[in-house]
């Protein structure tokens, strides 16, 4: 780096304002890493009584947050209840995972493939102009707020999916999963589009000219260089569908329901904190199950990111291996 | 080429991906402008709501929304120019400290919405808040409490990454000759970075700020608990005020309104003049970045 060389030689005699500066842009630096650490730190912290807290396993124990329990009757045997509002509170997560999954899986089969399958036009067929301008009109999509997605889904597109399709229930975890998958198609396409424009145009060429087609070269070239980039846009959608809240908040019922019913209404771990947190005694083992929510929320997630990056790191050592 | 119709048919079916994208961008938008557009009059962006939110205006909410994403600036501006100046600038990128700040921003832009909430909560208003009734108002509720200041610190957490990322790109766009041509003339490199280097990136500066502005305008999650409020009599003067919100203001009208139909109408403007607000800030930040790209390229 050519940078590094000239202020070190013209460092020598440093004055004392061109360290105070200095000082102070590391500082600011030091201050993103604080502000992660502040996170962890500040949300585990409510989360932490779940855990030790003899007051909170009064009302609530992790067993009883994971394990199945005895709530219902012989006949009709209720493992998992998510009831924290009750005479009897029950605090079971399984509900809340099994709604969260549902979603999230209706959005990725709904995003993953048009994204993909949109990128790969973009860059392998469509004509420069046109390329030019899907890009930023699926910016645009990104761009919606999520406020805006879930009203769209909780008065226009609930609607249309249950008279169309005849759903006993309007607000459904196909509803939700739908509109969620538009909040993440714009981030598998955005990172799928990145990673393919990457794939050197050498690699194409060499492909065309051993008599492949235009589709053979996308499908055996293009796309297998590009896989991590595409693997890393499913991950980070994935982070991303997991812990959005206004969409499903609004549009998938939050019915605390365990069924496997993907047009029944369901009640995922983001929602959960968005509805509940707001009436909460601050400080009592309801308040504390939902910090310890968002603390699952936040590892999930902080561990997708993870390998997302990994991911487009892996592309990226791998396509500056195959231009050299 | 050995199967013409199999390179026809993917070229068509990829095709159809686009077009059924670009189709359900358009039935969002255009359903909401439809519904929306008749409603939005002066009177409604100028007076406030009134019997039970089915008469008047969003003024409030507008206005509360412009307060937040001001005062989020104010906070988010600094700290993310110097934060991308670092890592464009200063940062030796083989060090620990750098690859520990990458790692950090990385996952600030990760953490869902709702977490920032949740942070919001148990960090700004119980920890920093209570802090501050405790040193200052002698443990009277002052600031202790969701209010105006807490929300725009947590907003400005949570667009740091997004006015990092997009600053940073423009001081990577400064050619190198500026800053070999500024130590030429013996500048220091506190010097080169802020006369040479920040004034040809203050587009990245700008797009980074309507980014952060618009991301901020759309998030409801963040200031759930925060400071948000449904209805106030008066307009928010101090910062430890709660505030009204259009996005808050969508999620509750639509959600927790005894009569939903009676409010629908009035509820499309509100959706309309929010993806307004957004759109058109992310239609600037586009421009902007455009022109960028084109001023970059004819600087080399």
């Given at each position: 780096?050519?940078?590094?060389?000239i202020?070190?030689?013209?460092s020598p005699?440093?004055?004392?304002?061109?360290?105070?500066v200095q000082?102070?842009i590391?500082a600011?630096?030091?201050?993103a890493?604080?502000l992660?650490l502040l996170i962890?730190?500040?949300?585990?912290?409510?989360?932490?009584p779940v855990?030790t807290?003899a007051?909170?396993h009064e009302?609530v124990?992790?067993?009883?947050?994971?394990?199945p329990?005895n709530?219902?009757?012989?006949?009709?045997?209720?493992?998992?209840v998510?009831?924290?509002?009750?005479?009897?509170?029950?605090?079971?997560?399984?509900?809340?995972?099994?709604g969260t999954l549902k979603?999230?899986?209706?959005?990725?089969l709904?995003?993953?493939?048009?994204?993909?399958?949109?990128?790969?036009y973009?860059?392998e067929?469509a004509?420069?102009?046109l390329?030019?301008?899907?890009?930023?009109?699926?910016?645009?999509?990104a761009g919606i707020?999520?406020?805006v997605l879930g009203f769209f889904?909780?008065?226009l597109l609930?609607?249309?999916?249950?008279?169309?399709?005849?759903?006993d229930?309007r607000?459904?975890?196909?509803?939700?999963?739908?509109?969620l998958?538009?909040?993440?198609?714009?981030?598998?396409?955005?990172?799928?589009?990145?990673?393919l424009?990457?794939?050197p145009d050498?690699?194409?060429?060499?492909?065309?000219?051993?008599g492949?087609?235009?589709?053979q070269?996308?499908?055996r070239?293009?796309?297998?260089a590009?896989l991590?980039?595409?693997f890393?846009?499913?991950?980070l959608?994935?982070?991303?569908a997991?812990g959005?809240t206004m969409?499903v908040?609004m549009?998938?019922?939050?019915a605390?329901i365990?069924?496997w019913d993907?047009a029944?209404p369901?009640?995922t771990?983001?929602?959960?904190i968005?509805a509940?947190?707001?009436?909460?005694?601050?400080g009592?083992?309801?308040?504390h199950?939902l910090?310890?929510?968002?603390?699952l929320?936040?590892?999930?997630?902080?561990?997708?990111?993870?390998?997302?990056?990994?991911?487009v790191?892996?592309l990226?050592a791998?396509?500056t291996?195959a231009?050299? | 080429m050995r199967w013409?119709?199999l390179?026809?048919?993917?070229?068509?079916?990829?095709?159809?991906?686009?077009?059924?994208i670009?189709?359900?961008?358009?039935?969002?938008?255009?359903?909401?402008?439809?519904?929306?557009?008749?409603?939005?009059t002066?009177e409604?962006l100028?007076a406030?709501?009134?019997a039970?939110?089915?008469?008047g205006g969003?003024?409030p909410?507008?206005?509360?929304?412009?307060l937040?994403?001001?005062?989020?600036t104010?906070f988010?501006?600094?700290?993310g120019v110097c934060?991308?100046i670092?890592f464009?600038e200063?940062?030796?990128?083989e060090?620990?400290?750098?690859?520990?700040?990458r790692q950090?921003?990385n996952n600030?832009a990760?953490v869902?919405?709702?977490?920032f909430?949740l942070?919001?909560?148990?960090f700004?208003?119980?920890f920093?808040?209570?802090?501050?009734d405790?040193?200052?108002?002698?443990g009277?509720?002052?600031?202790?409490?969701?209010?105006?200041?807490?929300?725009?610190l947590?907003?400005?957490v949570?667009?740091?990454p997004?006015v990092?990322?997009?600053?940073?790109e423009?001081?990577r766009?400064?050619?190198?000759?500026?800053r070999?041509a500024?130590?030429?003339?013996g500048?220091?490199?506190?010097q080169t970075?802020f006369?040479?280097?920040?004034?040809h990136?203050f587009?990245?500066?700008l797009?980074g700020?309507?980014?952060a502005v618009s991301r901020?305008?759309?998030?409801?999650?963040?200031?759930?608990?925060v400071?948000?409020?449904?209805?106030?009599?008066?307009?928010p003067?101090?910062?430890?005020?709660q505030?009204?919100?259009l996005?808050?203001?969508?999620?509750?009208l639509?959600t927790q309104?005894?009569?939903?139909?009676a409010?629908k109408?009035l509820l499309?403007?509100?959706?309309l003049?929010?993806?307004?607000l957004?759109?058109?800030?992310?239609?600037a930040?586009?421009?902007?970045?455009a022109?960028?790209?084109?001023?970059?390229?004819?600087?080399r």
């Amino acid at each position: 780096m050519s940078t590094t060389v000239i202020s070190a030689a013209a460092s020598p005699p440093r004055p004392w304002r061109d360290w105070l500066v200095q000082r102070f842009i590391y500082a600011s630096a030091l201050v993103a890493i604080a502000l992660i650490l502040l996170i962890f730190v500040f949300v585990g912290r409510e989360a932490l009584p779940v855990l030790t807290s003899a007051a909170v396993h009064e009302e609530v124990t992790l067993e009883q947050l994971l394990l199945p329990q005895n709530y219902g009757t012989e006949e009709v045997p209720l493992p998992y209840v998510w009831q924290p509002v009750s005479a009897k509170p029950k605090y079971s997560l399984m509900p809340l995972f099994l709604g969260t999954l549902k979603v999230t899986l209706i959005a990725m089969l709904f995003a993953t493939p048009l994204a993909v399958l949109a990128a790969v036009y973009t860059t392998e067929f469509a004509p420069r102009w046109l390329r030019e301008t899907v890009k930023p009109v699926v910016e645009l999509l990104a761009g919606i707020p999520s406020v805006v997605l879930g009203f769209f889904a909780l008065i226009l597109l609930a609607t249309w999916l249950q008279d169309t399709f005849g759903l006993d229930y309007r607000l459904n975890a196909i509803n939700a999963g739908l509109a969620l998958g538009l909040a993440v198609i714009p981030i598998i396409y955005t990172l799928a589009e990145d990673a393919l424009t990457a794939v050197p145009d050498s690699l194409r060429r060499a492909s065309s000219a051993l008599g492949a087609s235009r589709w053979q070269t996308a499908q055996r070239v293009a796309l297998p260089a590009a896989l991590p980039g595409i693997f890393a846009g499913i991950v980070l959608g994935f982070g991303r569908a997991i812990g959005e809240t206004m969409i499903v908040l609004m549009a998938s019922g939050n019915a605390a329901i365990t069924s496997w019913d993907f047009a029944e209404p369901v009640r995922t771990l983001s929602a959960t904190i968005a509805a509940e947190l707001a009436e909460v005694v601050f400080g009592s083992p309801h308040y504390h199950v939902l910090f310890f929510i968002g603390t699952l929320l936040f590892a999930v997630t902080f561990v997708l990111n993870w390998l997302g990056a990994r991911m487009v790191g892996r592309l990226r050592a791998r396509l500056t291996g195959a231009t050299q | 080429m050995r199967w013409p119709w199999l390179d026809r048919s993917a070229v068509l079916l990829t095709a159809l991906a686009v077009l059924l994208i670009v189709a359900m961008l358009g039935v969002v938008l255009g359903s909401i402008a439809y519904h929306g557009w008749e409603r939005v009059t002066w009177e409604f962006l100028t007076a406030a709501p009134r019997a039970g939110m089915t008469e008047g205006g969003v003024f409030p909410a507008i206005f509360g929304t412009v307060l937040l994403v001001l005062l989020m600036t104010v906070f988010v501006g600094p700290l993310g120019v110097c934060v991308a100046i670092y890592f464009s600038e200063y940062a030796d990128r083989e060090s620990w400290f750098y690859r520990w700040t990458r790692q950090a921003v990385n996952n600030l832009a990760g953490v869902p919405s709702i977490v920032f909430g949740l942070f919001g909560l148990g960090f700004f208003v119980q920890f920093v808040g209570r802090g501050v009734d405790l040193a200052f108002f002698g443990g009277q509720l002052t600031y202790g409490q969701p209010a105006l200041i807490w929300a725009a610190l947590t907003m400005a957490v949570l667009t740091l990454p997004v006015v990092i990322v997009s600053v940073e790109e423009a001081l990577r766009a400064v050619p190198q000759s500026y800053r070999d041509a500024s130590y030429a003339l013996g500048a220091t490199k506190s010097q080169t970075v802020f006369r040479a280097v920040l004034p040809h990136a203050f587009s990245g500066v700008l797009t980074g700020g309507i980014l952060a502005v618009s991301r901020a305008a759309g998030e409801v999650a963040p200031i759930l608990f925060v400071g948000a409020a449904y209805f106030l009599p008066h307009l928010p003067t101090r910062l430890n005020d709660q505030f009204m919100e259009l996005g808050y203001h969508i999620y509750v009208l639509s959600t927790q309104s005894p009569d939903v139909e009676a409010t629908k109408p009035l509820l499309h403007a509100t959706v309309l003049v929010l993806l307004a607000l957004t759109f058109l800030l992310n239609l600037a930040a586009i421009a902007v970045r455009a022109r960028l790209r084109v001023a970059a390229r004819s600087a080399r």
